[in-house]
């Protein structure tokens, strides 16, 4: 089992920053990669982001958020980040922490994913 607690949500302006934060612990050493998603009321919960744990290799939803958001690992610490720069309100939803196991698997398929955490939630005002 792995589990997963983010933090660092909260109330920002557009335009804004915010950093969430994705601590890992249990069986970190199955993890192969690690994600974020994302759900906004009314919608399914949908791929921002995806880290390599061991060659950190990203992924991103080009369409939404690339340019914008920068996804980060520090494995001494077992956390991956979500650096969310010029935020705008479409980017309000809740943000999932995933990890997923194993190899040859989609990065972008929340199906894909092993592990969840509880999720946090982010608005952006305008």
């Known amino acids: 089992q792995v589990q997963l607690v983010e933090s660092g949500g909260g109330l920002v302006q557009a335009g804004g920053s915010l950093r969430l934060s994705c601590a890992a612990s249990g069986r970190t050493f199955s993890t192969n990669r690690m994600g974020w998603f994302r759900q906004a009321p009314g919608k399914e919960r949908g791929f921002v982001a995806a880290i390599g744990w061991s060659d950190g290799r990203t992924y991103y939803d080009a369409d939404s958020v690339k340019g914008r958001f920068t996804i980060s690992r520090d494995n001494a610490k077992n956390t991956v980040y979500l650096q969310m720069n010029s935020m705008k309100p479409e980017d309000t939803a809740v943000y999932y922490c995933?990890?997923?196991?194993?190899?040859?698997?989609?990065?972008?398929?929340?199906?894909?994913?092993?592990?969840w955490g509880q999720g946090t939630q982010v608005t952006v005002s305008s």
């Open positions: 995933a990890a997923q196991t194993g190899f040859y698997r989609s990065f972008q398929r929340r199906g894909e994913y092993d592990y």
